[in-house]
């Protein structure tokens, strides 16, 4: 099989890379190692930026999102029993829209699909050949036959534990890790919100967040320790310590429910670079990983992919520019490392640390009561909240 750009992985970075690209009249193929259904299965971020909203418009995936999305204005920060509300739009101009990252991957599988894009699932073993030549090749199994993917340019949109960077010589590539000391169990119920809005709760016993997917189906989370095990967190114990972690009147207004899907995170932050090695480009978790504390993780695929679909586009263009590929990786990860500053500061900012001393309790404290008195401070997190720009 012959394409232009060949893409590993059929999460939303290459989903939506293809979808960027077929518009543009430039062809490739996507190759998953998982099915359908377990893609459409993974439970993911659900706060888009304005970017991302923006892209998947031009990329003619809005149509259910638009109608769908619930528009936030603001966010909650929580301490104590004090509620304080970031007016995001007075304060910056722009909001985020609450649609889960399950709905934006079928979107574009849908989308893909309608344009007979070709998207292989459960295409196993896949390595990447002949990549110091002009003709690299993706080779891989699938029902038991072998397969071959001739492409000018690979995107590897595989994920933290893909194959991709594999690929990039440990003599090129440069990583950067920390891992947190805890984790986020979360619960998704067939419950009405407890607010309109995201609530970040800092409390002594541990971080929590009141999220939401619909005006119906609400996502929450609290702080656990690393190595928790799910089989210990029944539902019901999961709504007491919810309840004790939020200000007392939402605690008093939350419903509870069942869980239809419960999960442990663990909390990272990485970056490896550079994000190009010859023709192989690193987009999304293949090439960092955030916190979920401030919603980055998807936005920051959708902006690599913002500038890899740029670059693809002017390479392909009648003067087949090459300048937009080779500061693909500086332009990403000027906003990458942005990004990662954000979510680190967030996390430290709400999170109770193991070897937390009561100087460290009372300087986050004092930290939470300037963001909430300054109007500058806030200004700052909502810039990067609602996304920096591309």
Known sequence: MRTQVGIIGAGPSGLLLSQLLHLRGIESVILELRSRDYVLGRIRAGVLEQGMVDMLRKAGVA????????????????????????????????????????EVTKDLMDAREAMGGTVIYEAEQVKIEDLGTDLPRLTYTHDGQAGEVACDFIAGCDGFHGVSRRYIPESV?????????????????????????????????????????????????????????????????????????????????ITMGPSIEKSIAPLRSFVAE??????????????????????????????????????????????????????????????????????????????????????DRGVQLAELDYLTGSVAAQTALAESYVGLPY
Not at 65 to 91: A, N, P, W, Y
Request: hydrophobic residues 35%; aromatic residues 12%.
């Open 63 to 102: 149509e259910r999102l638009d109608r769908e999305g619930l528009v936030h204005d603001g966010v909650e920060i929580c301490f104590g029993d004090r509620r304080h509300r970031i007016d995001l739009r007075k304060l910056t101009g722009k909001a985020v829209t609450i649609y889960g990252q399950t």
């Open 173 to 253: 590539l440069k990583t950067h890790e920390r891992v947190y000391p805890f984790g986020w169990l979360g619960i998704l119920s067939e419950t009405p919100p407890v607010s309109n809005e995201l609530i970040y709760v800092n409390h002594w016993r541990g971080f929590a967040l009141c999220s939401m997917r619909s005006t119906s189906r609400s996502r929450y989370y609290i702080q656990c320790p690393f190595d928790a095990s799910l089989e210990e967190w029944t539902d019901e114990r999961f709504w007491d310590e919810l309840r004790v972690r939020l200000p007392s009147d939402a605690a008093e207004r």
């Open 274 to 359: 550079p994000m190009r090695h010859k023709r192989l480009f690193l987009a999304g978790d293949a090439a960092h990983i955030v916190p979920p504390t401030g919603a980055k993780g998807l936005n920051l695929a959708a902006s690599d992919i913002h500038y890899l679909s740029e670059a693809l586009i002017a390479y392909y263009g009648k003067d087949s520019d090459t300048a937009r590929m080779d500061s693909y990786s500086a332009d990403c990860l000027g906003r990458i490392w942005k990004a990662e500053r954000f979510s680190w500061w967030m996390t430290s900012l709400l999170h109770k640390f193991p070897d937390q001393s009561s100087f």
